[in-house]
């Protein structure tokens, strides 16, 4: 049975992940996009504020992973293997 603190931390994982799979492509081609637009400077301006803000929501979904890591339904460290010794 999974508890509430674990529910939340796999939602912040799936919703970081699909704006992640949606971001990717539009900052891929805002980038493309800038460098092709000649000259035009209402073009770029416009394509500039599209690569800015899918690098705000970028950082968003940074923030949900790092929330979804922070949430611990197990917040005692578990058991360490020892370090390998590969000098005997």
Avoid at 39 to 52: N, P
């Amino acid at each position: 049975m999974t508890t509430n603190s674990e529910e939340y931390e796999q939602l912040a994982r799936r919703l970081a992940h699909d704006l992640n799979n949606l971001l990717t492509p539009i900052k891929g081609y805002s980038v493309l996009a800038l460098q092709r637009a000649n000259g035009d400077d209402r073009i770029r301006d416009y394509l500039e504020e599209i690569k800015k803000a899918a690098e705000r929501a970028t950082d968003l979904t940074q923030q949900l992973m790092a929330f979804g890591s922070m949430v611990d339904s197990d917040p005692e460290p578990g058991p360490q293997e020892p370090p390998i010794n590969y000098e005997t």
